[in-house]
């Protein structure tokens, strides 16, 4: 057994009554030596809670847990052994940062002296899910995430991922002509072009080869396939083509793969970290949140969860034209953010795309059919995971271990617009435009107010109640008393899924590029206008004075900087509030873009949500006379649904 760690202060071997942390008898000469330094290193004891064990020549001892009558328990089992590392990493059974307690659970009598406490400042504290069989453990900061089991480096993007064509340049020219679209004949000519030219040997013949090896190269990848959606419109059957590949067969891809294998994490984690006084609680990845641990905890406990993030927004399909659609990118929440946000193995994959349809549009029936081919199609790429997410599925892993898996859409991220297209809300006219929560339409602007959440159970409750009523007019005034359509949800073939859970805050779309930059941002242009040329001169001036910073992307938001001494309190009071409301709001999306939260940056969020909540509130008001402006719009109001996403699901 290595030496024990020099940064735990020695104890003595005299009957004394063991804590949560070092303790030293007073009186006996043992003790003075012990304060002076002068026992050996063969006397030195190693305290743990439940546990007292004494280092000898390199073998673990029996020890003692003294008491007040002198009375001794056996140590932990699990401390024996020579392979216990005690430079990284001390194993809790019981939560010591909470209380002490000995080891048959109670607490220490009255009257016991106070010990220093066992851990440094910054230790961090991992508290593994219950079904992982794992023992919490607490490690020293420059310890985590370091030595034996740490997760090996982020694979790096393969540096020849032509390798599947017999050279490079075949890559490159088979790639521009896919992306230029070039005719069969545009195709042979430029081949025909390229083997003019000898400097670097051009394997290709024709477009036939170039065919064949882009056929090879699918072999590698979950293949597309290509279905027909059918949905009725006005007594009618419309078809549309849906291209997807199979969720499931995607994921097990990656579990298969050696180099992104060993980056999955399977069990939910509780991470906190000592401040000196107590454990603070942390949240990052998504298996650090609240959802992942409840998900967890429902399942078999021999079985691992399997959490899918799925981006749907709507997007041109050509780089020219009108025809627009909706692609479905797909990433897996078990894997680091950096890695499933990123470009190379194990980012995010299109698995699906969802054609528009235009042709019915401004009909009265249109928008209802419009959610009822979005979900229709939805449901056809869902359709893998329905199944499994009731009975699970085993994969042989990387590792060769076979593992069982119960896969959950944990994340939907998405633009208003899609987010009311996958909740089946009636979006921006309707009483409740929130797919989260039942705010009504006229309180959208308070995001302080907490109202009832919206969920599947309810909502499906509802829709069977609507379908029910003998009228039409009954049917639609029940379906509006939640702003419901009446389409089934292609959520609801997933167990343990509930879409209002699911869909989670933006900040791109919500914040940047909504309520600052379609907001926000307006209405002070508007006051700078009022004031004149001059003024909009000074504010150009001060933005062009304003160092380059690296990674600066919203520059608009250093209007505060810019404009600070623009507006006059007393002479221009909305201009200036507004510049006020424009600094809180960047100090509330600061919180909002930070990439670590801990229980006190949450509630630090919270209150600057509050301030620039009532900052708002103040400029509404006073120019409700002089601007018709409607501040009652979904984006601003989904801001308070922000933490509690982060506490569920991880950092947005």
Not at 38 to 55: N, Q, T, Y
Not at 451 to 477: I, M, N, V
Not at 514 to 532: A, C, I, N, T
Not at 605 to 624: P, Q, V
């Amino acid at each position: 057994m290595p030496d024990l760690d020099p940064r735990c202060p020695p104890i003595c071997n005299d009957p004394v009554i063991i804590v949560a942390g070092p303790f030293i008898a007073k009186g006996s000469e043992r003790t003075k030596r012990l304060a002076r330094g002068a026992l050996k290193k063969e006397e030195r004891i190693w305290s743990l809670p439940g546990s007292f064990v004494k280092a000898h020549q390199g073998s673990v001892f029996a020890g003692v847990h003294p008491s007040v009558s002198g009375s001794t328990s056996p140590i932990d089992n699990r401390l024996e052994g020579d392979d216990f590392d005690f430079d990284n990493q001390i194993d809790y059974q019981h939560d010591a940062d909470v209380g002490w307690t000995d080891s048959d659970g109670d607490p220490p009598p009255s009257g016991t002296t106070s010990p220093a406490p066992l851990h440094e400042i910054d230790d961090i504290k991992v508290e593994y899910h219950p079904s992982s069989g794992i023992p919490t453990k607490v490690y020293h900061f420059e310890d985590y995430g370091s030595g034996p089991g740490a997760p090996p480096p982020v694979p790096e993007a393969d540096p020849m991922p032509w390798q599947l064509f017999r050279t490079r340049i075949d890559f490159e020219v088979a790639e521009l002509a896919h992306d230029a679209g070039l005719s069969h004949e545009q195709l042979d000519r430029l081949i025909h072009l390229i083997h003019r030219s000898r400097m670097e040997l051009f394997t290709l013949k024709n477009r036939k080869d170039v065919r064949d090896t882009w056929d090879a190269a699918l072999f590698k990848m979950t293949p597309f396939t290509k279905e027909e959606v059918t949905v009725s419109f006005c007594g009618v059957d419309q078809t549309f083509p849906l291209f997807h590949r199979s969720l499931w067969d995607w994921v097990t891809d990656l579990l298969q793969d050696p180099q992104v294998g060993p980056h999955f994490v399977f069990d939910a984690q509780r991470l906190s970290k000592f401040n000196g006084e107590k454990f603070v609680r942390f949240i990052h990845e998504p298996w650090t949140a609240n959802a992942f641990w409840e998900y967890q905890s429902k399942i078999p406990p021999d079985a691992k969860p399997l959490a899918f993030i799925l981006y749907a927004d709507k997007a041109k399909l050509l780089s020219f034209g009108c025809v627009k659609g909706y692609p479905v990118v797909a990433r897996c929440a078990n894997l680091p953010i950096v890695i499933c946000n990123g470009e190379g193995l194990g980012g995010g994959r299109v698995v699906g795309q969802v054609k528009e349809d235009k042709q019915h549009s401004g009909k009265p029936a249109f928008v209802n059919f419009k959610n009822a081919v979005w979900h229709t199609s939805f449901l056809k790429i869902l359709g893998c995971l329905g199944p499994l997410s009731r009975f699970g599925s085993a994969i042989k892993c990387w590792d060769g271990v076979i593992r069982a898996f119960y896969p959950i859409v944990l994340i939907l991220s998405a633009d208003y617009e899609e987010q009311a297209v996958m909740a089946l809300i009636c979006g921006l006219m309707g009483k409740f435009p929130c797919p989260v929560c039942l705010v009504p339409c006229d309180e959208l602007s308070n995001t302080l107010k907490v109202f009832p959440l919206c969920t599947c159970t309810g909502t499906k409750a509802l829709l069977a109640r609507a379908r029910e009523s003998s009228t039409l007019e009954a049917r639609e005034q029940i379906l509006s008393s939640q702003s419901l359509r009446d389409v089934d949800s292609s959520f609801g073939i997933l167990e343990h899924t509930d879409v209002h859970r699911a869909l989670s805050h933006d900040k791109l779309h919500f914040n940047d590029e909504g309520l600052f930059s379609d907001h926000m941002w307006p209405e002070l242009q508007k006051w700078v206008e009022r004031l004149g040329r001059q003024a909009a001169v000074q504010i150009d001036t001060f933005f062009q004075s304003i160092p380059r910073w690296r990674n600066l992307n919203h520059f608009n938001q250093l209007i505060v900087f810019a404009a600070h001494n623009v507006f006059d309190r007393d002479t221009d009071p909305e201009a200036y509030l507004m510049l006020c409301c424009i600094r809180s709001y960047m100090e509330f999306n600061m919180y909002a873009s930070l990439e670590v939260h801990t229980e006190d940056t949450i509630n630090n969020g919270r209150e600057a949500l509050s301030k620039f909540t009532g900052l708002m509130d103040k400029y509404i008001e006073d120019t409700a006379e002089m601007s018709e402006k409607s501040w009652n719009f979904p984006k601003k109001h989904l801001s308070a649904h922000l933490f509690d996403d982060i506490e569920a699901k991880g950092v947005s």
